[in-house]
Protein backbone atom coordinates (compact mmCIF):
# COMPACT_ATOMS: atom_id res chain seq x y z
CA UNK A 1 0.00 0.00 0.00
CA UNK A 2 1.60 3.15 -0.52
CA UNK A 3 0.05 6.59 0.65
CA UNK A 4 -0.03 10.32 -0.29
CA UNK A 5 0.82 13.22 1.97
CA UNK A 6 -2.89 14.35 1.87
CA UNK A 7 -3.42 10.64 3.32
CA UNK A 8 -1.24 11.19 6.21
CA UNK A 9 -2.32 14.73 6.73
CA UNK A 10 -6.19 12.74 7.02
CA UNK A 11 -5.18 10.22 9.02
CA UNK A 12 -2.56 11.52 11.54
CA UNK A 13 -4.60 12.59 14.57
CA UNK A 14 -5.77 8.66 14.17
CA UNK A 15 -2.29 7.87 14.11
CA UNK A 16 -1.46 9.07 16.66
CA UNK A 17 -4.21 7.72 18.55
CA UNK A 18 -3.33 4.32 17.70
CA UNK A 19 -6.47 3.95 15.91
CA UNK A 20 -5.52 2.81 12.19
CA UNK A 21 -5.31 -0.65 11.24
CA UNK A 22 -1.67 -2.12 10.81
CA UNK A 23 -1.84 -2.12 7.08
CA UNK A 24 -2.31 1.66 6.64
CA UNK A 25 0.05 2.42 10.25
CA UNK A 26 2.76 0.36 8.06
CA UNK A 27 2.37 2.45 5.23
CA UNK A 28 2.43 5.42 6.04
CA UNK A 29 5.50 5.02 8.61
CA UNK A 30 7.25 3.93 5.64
CA UNK A 31 5.92 7.47 3.81
CA UNK A 32 6.47 9.53 7.03
CA UNK A 33 10.24 8.19 7.21
CA UNK A 34 10.86 9.62 3.15
CA UNK A 35 8.88 12.58 3.80
CA UNK A 36 10.29 15.88 5.68
CA UNK A 37 6.55 17.71 5.18
CA UNK A 38 4.58 14.55 6.80
CA UNK A 39 7.55 13.82 9.46
CA UNK A 40 7.27 17.65 10.62
CA UNK A 41 3.21 17.14 10.25
CA UNK A 42 3.66 14.36 12.39
CA UNK A 43 6.42 14.99 15.18
CA UNK A 44 4.17 18.44 15.61
CA UNK A 45 0.85 17.15 16.27
CA UNK A 46 2.61 14.48 18.56
CA UNK A 47 4.26 17.69 20.38
CA UNK A 48 0.83 19.29 20.44
CA UNK A 49 -0.87 16.15 22.03
CA UNK A 50 1.78 16.07 24.55
CA UNK A 51 2.18 19.41 25.72
CA UNK A 52 -2.00 20.29 26.07
CA UNK A 53 -2.06 16.94 27.86
CA UNK A 54 0.09 18.40 30.57
CA UNK A 55 -1.36 18.56 33.71
CA UNK A 56 0.41 21.87 34.13
CA UNK A 57 -1.68 23.24 31.03
CA UNK A 58 -5.14 22.69 33.37
CA UNK A 59 -4.64 25.77 34.91
CA UNK A 60 -7.65 27.56 37.47
CA UNK A 61 -7.29 31.13 39.51
CA UNK A 62 -6.54 31.36 42.60
CA UNK A 63 -8.34 30.48 45.29
CA UNK A 64 -10.94 28.78 42.25
CA UNK A 65 -11.03 25.63 44.86
CA UNK A 66 -12.36 27.39 48.19
CA UNK A 67 -14.70 29.51 46.94
CA UNK A 68 -16.09 26.27 45.13
CA UNK A 69 -16.55 24.60 48.19
CA UNK A 70 -17.31 27.84 49.85
CA UNK A 71 -20.75 28.01 47.17
CA UNK A 72 -21.40 24.59 47.91
CA UNK A 73 -21.22 24.99 51.72
CA UNK A 74 -24.00 27.89 51.22
CA UNK A 75 -26.19 25.86 48.99
CA UNK A 76 -25.91 22.60 50.29
CA UNK A 77 -28.96 23.08 52.67
CA UNK A 78 -29.43 19.37 53.06
CA UNK A 79 -25.90 18.79 54.05
CA UNK A 80 -23.73 20.50 56.41
CA UNK A 81 -26.87 21.92 58.34
CA UNK A 82 -28.69 18.54 58.26
CA UNK A 83 -25.13 16.82 59.63
CA UNK A 84 -25.11 20.27 62.60
CA UNK A 85 -28.87 19.86 63.05
CA UNK A 86 -28.26 15.49 63.70
CA UNK A 87 -25.10 16.60 66.28
CA UNK A 88 -27.46 18.99 68.55
CA UNK A 89 -29.85 15.90 68.38
CA UNK A 90 -27.77 13.88 69.28
CA UNK A 91 -25.84 16.39 71.77
CA UNK A 92 -29.52 17.14 73.30
CA UNK A 93 -30.20 13.43 73.41
CA UNK A 94 -26.90 13.04 75.68
CA UNK A 95 -27.83 15.68 77.61
CA UNK A 96 -31.86 14.64 78.24
CA UNK A 97 -30.18 10.75 79.02
CA UNK A 98 -27.71 11.91 81.42
CA UNK A 99 -30.21 14.40 83.27
CA UNK A 100 -32.47 11.30 83.78
CA UNK A 101 -29.51 9.17 84.68
CA UNK A 102 -28.35 11.91 87.63
CA UNK A 103 -32.37 12.19 88.83
CA UNK A 104 -32.56 8.38 89.21
CA UNK A 105 -28.84 8.14 90.70
CA UNK A 106 -26.12 10.29 91.05
CA UNK A 107 -24.25 8.84 88.10
CA UNK A 108 -21.25 9.38 85.99
CA UNK A 109 -23.44 11.45 83.36
CA UNK A 110 -22.79 14.78 82.21
CA UNK A 111 -25.56 17.08 83.94
CA UNK A 112 -27.09 20.24 82.78
CA UNK A 113 -25.10 22.98 83.47
CA UNK A 114 -26.59 24.78 85.90
CA UNK A 115 -25.47 28.49 84.10
CA UNK A 116 -26.72 28.21 80.21
CA UNK A 117 -24.35 31.15 79.54
CA UNK A 118 -21.37 29.17 81.19
CA UNK A 119 -18.80 26.64 79.86
CA UNK A 120 -17.83 23.61 81.00
CA UNK A 121 -14.49 23.27 81.72
CA UNK A 122 -11.54 20.80 80.45
CA UNK A 123 -9.23 18.96 82.36
CA UNK A 124 -10.24 19.81 85.82
CA UNK A 125 -8.05 17.67 88.04
CA UNK A 126 -11.04 15.38 89.36
CA UNK A 127 -9.63 15.28 92.93
CA UNK A 128 -8.91 19.04 93.24
CA UNK A 129 -11.02 20.21 96.15
CA UNK A 130 -13.03 23.37 94.67
CA UNK A 131 -15.83 25.70 96.60
CA UNK A 132 -19.19 26.23 95.64
CA UNK A 133 -22.46 27.66 97.16
CA UNK A 134 -26.24 26.07 97.41
CA UNK A 135 -27.76 29.13 95.09
CA UNK A 136 -24.58 29.39 93.21
CA UNK A 137 -23.77 28.42 89.36
CA UNK A 138 -19.85 28.09 89.89
CA UNK A 139 -16.91 26.10 91.42
CA UNK A 140 -13.85 28.21 92.56
CA UNK A 141 -10.66 28.00 94.34
CA UNK A 142 -11.11 28.67 98.05
CA UNK A 143 -10.80 32.26 98.68
CA UNK A 144 -11.87 33.45 95.42
CA UNK A 145 -12.88 37.04 95.44
CA UNK A 146 -15.46 36.16 92.79
CA UNK A 147 -17.46 34.30 95.39
CA UNK A 148 -20.35 36.14 95.93
CA UNK A 149 -22.39 34.56 98.47
CA UNK A 150 -20.57 33.33 100.90
CA UNK A 151 -23.21 31.96 102.71
CA UNK A 152 -24.04 27.78 102.42
CA UNK A 153 -20.33 27.09 100.78
CA UNK A 154 -18.99 23.70 100.53
CA UNK A 155 -16.31 22.54 99.72
CA UNK A 156 -16.22 19.43 97.62
CA UNK A 157 -14.25 17.49 94.57
CA UNK A 158 -14.22 18.97 91.37
CA UNK A 159 -15.74 15.94 90.13
CA UNK A 160 -18.62 16.00 92.16
CA UNK A 161 -19.03 19.92 91.25
CA UNK A 162 -19.19 19.20 87.73
CA UNK A 163 -21.19 16.28 88.37
CA UNK A 164 -23.47 18.21 89.96
CA UNK A 165 -24.00 21.51 86.96
CA UNK A 166 -21.10 23.49 88.64
CA UNK A 167 -18.83 25.33 85.46
CA UNK A 168 -15.19 26.83 86.64
CA UNK A 169 -15.22 30.04 87.58
CA UNK A 170 -13.60 32.35 85.01
CA UNK A 171 -11.41 33.85 86.93
CA UNK A 172 -9.60 31.37 89.42
CA UNK A 173 -10.50 27.90 86.82
CA UNK A 174 -9.84 30.15 84.17
CA UNK A 175 -7.20 27.89 83.14
CA UNK A 176 -9.72 25.10 82.54
CA UNK A 177 -11.75 27.13 79.84
CA UNK A 178 -11.47 26.49 76.43
CA UNK A 179 -9.82 29.20 75.14
CA UNK A 180 -11.85 29.01 71.81
CA UNK B 1 -16.25 -7.17 48.47
CA UNK B 2 -16.88 -5.18 51.56
CA UNK B 3 -16.85 -1.45 51.56
CA UNK B 4 -14.13 0.42 52.53
CA UNK B 5 -14.68 3.48 54.63
CA UNK B 6 -14.03 6.76 53.78
CA UNK B 7 -11.45 8.66 55.69
CA UNK B 8 -12.08 12.74 54.85
CA UNK B 9 -8.89 13.15 56.50
CA UNK B 10 -7.09 10.79 54.08
CA UNK B 11 -7.89 11.81 50.60
CA UNK B 12 -5.64 10.20 48.55
CA UNK B 13 -7.26 6.94 49.49
CA UNK B 14 -8.22 5.36 46.98
CA UNK B 15 -12.02 5.46 46.62
CA UNK B 16 -14.89 3.90 44.50
CA UNK B 17 -17.00 6.62 43.19
CA UNK B 18 -19.88 4.30 42.79
CA UNK B 19 -19.87 3.50 46.29
CA UNK B 20 -19.13 7.88 46.83
CA UNK B 21 -22.40 8.46 45.48
CA UNK B 22 -24.54 5.77 47.13
CA UNK B 23 -23.23 7.21 50.34
CA UNK B 24 -24.27 10.73 48.86
CA UNK B 25 -27.69 9.73 47.75
CA UNK B 26 -27.93 7.78 51.31
CA UNK B 27 -27.54 11.09 53.25
CA UNK B 28 -23.92 11.57 53.76
CA UNK B 29 -23.79 14.52 51.78
CA UNK B 30 -20.21 15.31 53.25
CA UNK B 31 -18.87 12.86 50.40
CA UNK B 32 -19.97 15.29 47.56
CA UNK B 33 -16.54 17.00 48.23
CA UNK B 34 -14.58 13.83 48.29
CA UNK B 35 -16.36 12.51 44.80
CA UNK B 36 -15.79 15.89 43.16
CA UNK B 37 -12.09 16.86 44.46
CA UNK B 38 -9.71 15.08 41.48
CA UNK B 39 -12.39 16.87 39.06
CA UNK B 40 -12.50 20.32 39.86
CA UNK B 41 -9.99 21.53 37.84
CA UNK B 42 -11.62 19.85 34.79
CA UNK B 43 -14.25 21.34 35.40
CA UNK B 44 -13.30 25.28 35.08
CA UNK B 45 -10.91 24.15 31.84
CA UNK B 46 -14.21 22.86 30.32
CA UNK B 47 -16.10 25.97 31.46
CA UNK B 48 -13.18 27.83 30.30
CA UNK B 49 -12.77 26.12 27.12
CA UNK B 50 -16.35 27.53 25.93
CA UNK B 51 -16.78 30.60 27.33
CA UNK B 52 -13.38 31.94 27.10
CA UNK B 53 -13.55 34.26 30.57
CA UNK B 54 -12.11 33.66 33.56
CA UNK B 55 -14.82 35.19 35.63
CA UNK B 56 -17.65 33.73 33.65
CA UNK B 57 -15.81 30.46 33.58
CA UNK B 58 -15.60 30.21 37.39
CA UNK B 59 -19.63 30.44 37.90
CA UNK B 60 -20.51 28.13 35.45
CA UNK B 61 -17.98 25.41 36.95
CA UNK B 62 -19.67 26.08 40.60
CA UNK B 63 -23.34 25.98 39.28
CA UNK B 64 -22.14 22.75 36.95
CA UNK B 65 -20.80 21.42 40.51
CA UNK B 66 -24.10 22.44 42.77
CA UNK B 67 -26.22 21.17 39.45
CA UNK B 68 -24.69 17.58 39.43
CA UNK B 69 -25.29 17.64 43.52
CA UNK B 70 -28.49 18.88 43.16
CA UNK B 71 -29.21 15.69 40.32
CA UNK B 72 -27.54 13.17 41.53
CA UNK B 73 -30.24 10.67 41.79
CA UNK B 74 -29.37 11.24 38.03
CA UNK B 75 -26.14 10.20 37.36
CA UNK B 76 -26.67 6.53 35.68
CA UNK B 77 -23.61 4.46 36.54
CA UNK B 78 -23.34 3.13 33.55
CA UNK B 79 -20.93 6.18 32.08
CA UNK B 80 -18.09 7.70 34.64
CA UNK B 81 -19.48 10.20 37.05
CA UNK B 82 -16.40 12.47 35.66
CA UNK B 83 -17.97 12.66 32.01
CA UNK B 84 -21.23 12.88 33.92
CA UNK B 85 -20.04 16.26 35.37
CA UNK B 86 -17.88 17.44 32.06
CA UNK B 87 -21.66 16.91 30.40
CA UNK B 88 -23.15 19.08 32.90
CA UNK B 89 -20.91 21.50 32.75
CA UNK B 90 -20.48 21.62 28.92
CA UNK B 91 -24.51 22.29 28.72
CA UNK B 92 -24.32 25.25 31.46
CA UNK B 93 -21.75 26.94 29.70
CA UNK B 94 -23.59 26.54 25.86
CA UNK B 95 -26.25 28.23 27.82
CA UNK B 96 -24.25 31.42 29.47
CA UNK B 97 -23.27 31.69 26.13
CA UNK B 98 -25.83 31.46 24.07
CA UNK B 99 -27.37 33.77 26.70
CA UNK B 100 -24.54 36.44 26.17
CA UNK B 101 -24.33 35.90 22.51
CA UNK B 102 -27.35 35.98 21.48
CA UNK B 103 -27.73 38.28 19.05
CA UNK B 104 -23.56 37.98 17.46
CA UNK B 105 -22.80 36.11 14.91
CA UNK B 106 -19.98 33.04 15.60
CA UNK B 107 -16.70 33.47 14.01
CA UNK B 108 -16.15 32.23 10.61
CA UNK B 109 -13.98 29.43 12.38
CA UNK B 110 -16.66 27.59 13.96
CA UNK B 111 -19.22 27.76 10.24
CA UNK B 112 -16.10 25.96 8.70
CA UNK B 113 -16.74 23.21 6.18
CA UNK B 114 -15.54 20.33 8.86
CA UNK B 115 -16.01 17.78 6.76
CA UNK B 116 -13.18 19.05 3.84
CA UNK B 117 -9.73 18.25 4.58
CA UNK B 118 -7.56 20.27 6.34
CA UNK B 119 -4.06 21.63 4.58
CA UNK B 120 -1.28 21.84 6.97
CA UNK B 121 -0.12 25.48 6.04
CA UNK B 122 3.72 24.94 7.88
CA UNK B 123 5.83 23.10 7.36
CA UNK B 124 8.50 23.89 10.05
CA UNK B 125 10.29 21.13 11.79
CA UNK B 126 9.67 21.25 15.60
CA UNK B 127 10.51 17.86 16.73
CA UNK B 128 12.20 18.42 20.39
CA UNK B 129 9.68 19.86 22.86
CA UNK B 130 11.34 19.00 26.71
CA UNK B 131 8.25 19.00 28.53
CA UNK B 132 10.18 21.04 31.33
CA UNK B 133 9.43 24.59 28.81
CA UNK B 134 5.62 24.35 30.54
CA UNK B 135 7.23 25.58 33.64
CA UNK B 136 8.07 28.56 31.53
CA UNK B 137 5.17 30.60 32.04
CA UNK B 138 5.44 32.24 28.47
CA UNK B 139 5.15 29.02 26.75
CA UNK B 140 1.81 28.15 28.57
CA UNK B 141 0.96 31.75 27.85
CA UNK B 142 1.47 30.64 24.12
CA UNK B 143 -0.44 27.74 24.50
CA UNK B 144 -2.99 29.20 25.86
CA UNK B 145 -3.50 31.92 23.14
CA UNK B 146 -3.33 29.07 20.22
CA UNK B 147 -6.49 27.70 21.65
CA UNK B 148 -8.13 30.71 22.03
CA UNK B 149 -7.54 31.06 18.31
CA UNK B 150 -9.62 28.24 17.52
CA UNK B 151 -13.22 28.42 16.45
CA UNK B 152 -15.21 27.02 19.29
CA UNK B 153 -16.42 23.49 17.95
CA UNK B 154 -12.72 22.54 17.85
CA UNK B 155 -11.42 23.74 21.29
CA UNK B 156 -14.20 21.99 22.98
CA UNK B 157 -12.99 18.60 21.49
CA UNK B 158 -9.66 19.50 21.72
CA UNK B 159 -10.04 20.62 25.58
CA UNK B 160 -11.93 17.46 26.21
CA UNK B 161 -10.22 15.08 24.58
CA UNK B 162 -6.26 16.09 24.64
CA UNK B 163 -6.55 17.77 27.95
CA UNK B 164 -8.81 15.93 30.07
CA UNK B 165 -8.15 12.82 28.74
CA UNK B 166 -11.14 11.94 27.96
CA UNK B 167 -12.03 9.06 25.12
CA UNK B 168 -13.77 9.69 21.98
CA UNK B 169 -17.14 8.11 23.24
CA UNK B 170 -16.98 9.97 26.39
CA UNK B 171 -16.12 13.28 23.96
CA UNK B 172 -18.92 12.40 21.92
CA UNK B 173 -21.54 11.97 24.79
CA UNK B 174 -20.05 15.37 26.59
CA UNK B 175 -20.74 17.28 23.63
CA UNK B 176 -23.83 15.64 21.83
CA UNK B 177 -21.61 15.26 19.13
CA UNK B 178 -21.33 11.59 16.95
CA UNK B 179 -17.96 10.01 17.50
CA UNK B 180 -17.05 10.68 13.77
CA UNK B 181 -17.42 14.43 14.46
CA UNK B 182 -15.20 13.80 17.29
CA UNK B 183 -12.79 12.47 15.65
CA UNK B 184 -13.28 15.26 12.28
CA UNK B 185 -12.70 18.07 14.96
CA UNK B 186 -10.23 16.70 16.71
CA UNK B 187 -7.69 16.05 13.63
CA UNK B 188 -7.98 20.03 12.86
CA UNK B 189 -7.86 21.58 15.94
CA UNK B 190 -4.66 19.37 16.64
CA UNK B 191 -2.93 20.47 12.73
CA UNK B 192 -4.38 24.19 13.38
CA UNK B 193 -2.45 23.96 16.87
CA UNK B 194 0.65 22.96 15.23
CA UNK B 195 0.40 25.28 12.10
CA UNK B 196 0.23 28.14 14.80
CA UNK B 197 3.11 26.64 17.25
CA UNK B 198 5.69 25.30 15.16
CA UNK B 199 7.02 27.91 13.10
CA UNK B 200 7.07 30.35 16.41
CA UNK B 201 7.71 27.94 19.18
CA UNK B 202 9.63 25.05 17.03
CA UNK B 203 12.69 26.22 16.55
CA UNK B 204 12.97 28.51 19.42
CA UNK B 205 12.52 24.89 21.93
CA UNK B 206 14.78 22.74 19.82
CA UNK B 207 17.48 21.16 22.11
CA UNK B 208 19.48 20.80 19.21
CA UNK B 209 19.34 24.06 18.40
CA UNK B 210 20.43 23.69 14.90
CA UNK B 211 17.63 24.95 13.53
CA UNK B 212 17.47 28.24 11.69
CA UNK B 213 14.09 29.00 10.96
CA UNK B 214 13.08 32.59 10.68
CA UNK B 215 9.89 34.11 10.77
CA UNK B 216 7.97 34.53 7.79
CA UNK B 217 9.71 32.03 5.42
CA UNK B 218 9.47 28.57 4.98
CA UNK B 219 12.15 25.81 5.63
CA UNK B 220 12.13 24.31 2.34
Known amino acids: MVVSCEEVWREVSNYLDGEVEPGLRVAMEEHIRGC ?3 TAVVEGTRNVIQLYGDERMLEVPFGFSQRLHRRLDENMPASRRNFLGWMVAAAAACLVAGTIEVARSSALHTPELRSEHARPGTGVPPRMM ?26 ITAAEAERQGYSPCVRCMKKYLATA | MPERAISLEHPAEPFNEEMLVRRVLAGEHELFYELIRPYERRVYAAAFAI ?30 FSTWLIQITVN ?7 KAHANIMEPIADRQDEEGNYTPRDFADWREIPSETLERNEVRQKLAEALAELGQIYREVFVLRDMQHLSIEETAKALGISTASVKTRLLRARLMLRDLLAPGLGGAWSMTGKLSFVKGTKPW
Open chain 1, 130 to 155: VVVSEDGKLFHAAGCDYIHEKTKLRT
Open chain 2, 51 to 80: LRNEADAEDVAQEAVLKAFKHIRQFRAESR
Open chain 2, 92 to 98: EARMRRR
Open chain 1, 36 to 38: KHC
